[in-house]
C-alpha cells in the first residue's frame, strides 16, 4: 500500500502568512493527489484535485503543486476561516490512502 | 446540486450486521462511481470502497475487504454498504462521496452517519 506521511501534523500561523503543508507519499502517485479541508464535526471539503486543480468555489489563496512523491497545499494569506485539519489522498493506486492530517490554527 | 444524504448508523453488538445507505441527488448517479470512507473517533480519515456505477468492478481497503460489501441500486440512486462481522474499531462516522466522471477524484461528501459497535 502507497503511505501517505503529512508535515507538520500542526501548525501555527497568524493572519496573512504563508502556510505550506506537505505530503510525501512512500512511491509515485503520479499526480493523482487531491487536498481535502475538515473542520470540527463537519464532513470533509474537497479543495484540490490532480495536484493542483481547484474544486469550484475554494478561494484562489489555496493552491497545490508536486509531483511523483512530493506535494504541497499552500494557503496564502491565512484567513480565521482556514483553521481546520487538511488531509492528502493518493488515488494512484489502490487502496486509496489518507495522509495522517495537519491541524492548522490560527493565533 | 449535488445532495448525498447517508443513513442507517446506529449501535450493533460485535459481530453484528448493520447496512449502510446513501441518497443521492443533483446528478446523472449511473455516470459516476462513489467511495465509502469513514472516521474513528478522533481520528483521521479512512478510506473503505470504491464502486463503478454501471460495471461490476469494486475496491476496498485491506481492513474491510471480506466483511463489507459495496453495492447500488441506479434505479433508486441509492450507494449501499453491507457491513458484517463487525468489531469495536469499525466505530467510525461513514462518509459517502461522489467521485468525477471517470475518475476517482471525490468532489462531493455527504454529512456522515455514525456507526457505534459496543456490546
Known amino acids: 500500500d502507497i503511505q501517505l506521511t503529512q508535515s507538520p501534523s500542526f501548525l501555527s500561523a497568524s493572519v496573512g502568512d504563508r502556510v505550506t503543508i506537505t505530503c510525501r507519499a512512500s512511491?509515485?502517485?503520479?499526480?493523482?493527489l487531491a487536498w481535502y479541508q475538515q473542520k470540527p464535526g463537519k464532513a470533509p471539503q474537497s479543495l484540490v484535485y490532480?495536484?493542483?486543480n481547484l474544486q469550484s468555489g475554494v478561494p484562489s489563496r489555496f493552491s497545490g503543486s508536486g509531483s511523483e512523491t512530493e506535494y504541497t497545499l499552500t494557503i496564502n494569506s491565512l484567513q480565521p476561516e482556514d483553521s481546520a485539519t487538511y488531509y492528502c489522498?493518493?488515488?494512484?493506486?489502490?487502496?486509496?490512502?489518507f495522509g495522517g492530517g495537519t491541524k492548522v490554527e490560527i493565533k | 446540486q449535488v445532495h448525498l444524504v447517508e443513513s442507517g448508523g446506529g449501535v450493533v453488538q460485535p459481530g453484528g450486521s448493520l447496512r449502510l445507505s446513501c441518497a443521492a441527488s443533483?446528478?446523472?448517479?449511473?455516470?459516476?462511481?462513489m467511495h465509502w470512507v469513514r472516521q474513528a473517533p478522533g481520528k483521521g480519515l479512512e478510506w473503505l470502497a470504491f464502486?463503478?456505477?454501471?460495471?461490476?468492478?469494486?475496491n476496498y481497503a485491506d481492513s474491510v475487504r471480506g466483511r463489507f460489501t459495496v453495492s447500488t441500486d441506479i434505479s433508486r440512486n441509492m450507494l449501499f454498504l453491507e457491513m458484517s462481522s463487525l468489531r469495536a474499531e469499525d466505530t467510525a462516522v461513514y462518509y459517502c462521496a461522489k467521485a468525477v466522471t471517470g475518475g476517482h477524484d471525490i468532489h462531493h461528501w455527504g454529512q456522515g452517519t455514525l456507526v457505534t459497535v459496543s456490546a
Open positions: 490532480a495536484t493542483y
Open positions: 464502486i463503478w456505477n454501471g460495471r461490476r468492478d469494486e
Open positions: 489522498q493518493q488515488l494512484s493506486i489502490y487502496p486509496l490512502t
Open positions: 443533483g446528478f446523472a448517479f449511473s455516470a459516476y462511481g
Open positions: 512511491q509515485d502517485v503520479y499526480r493523482f
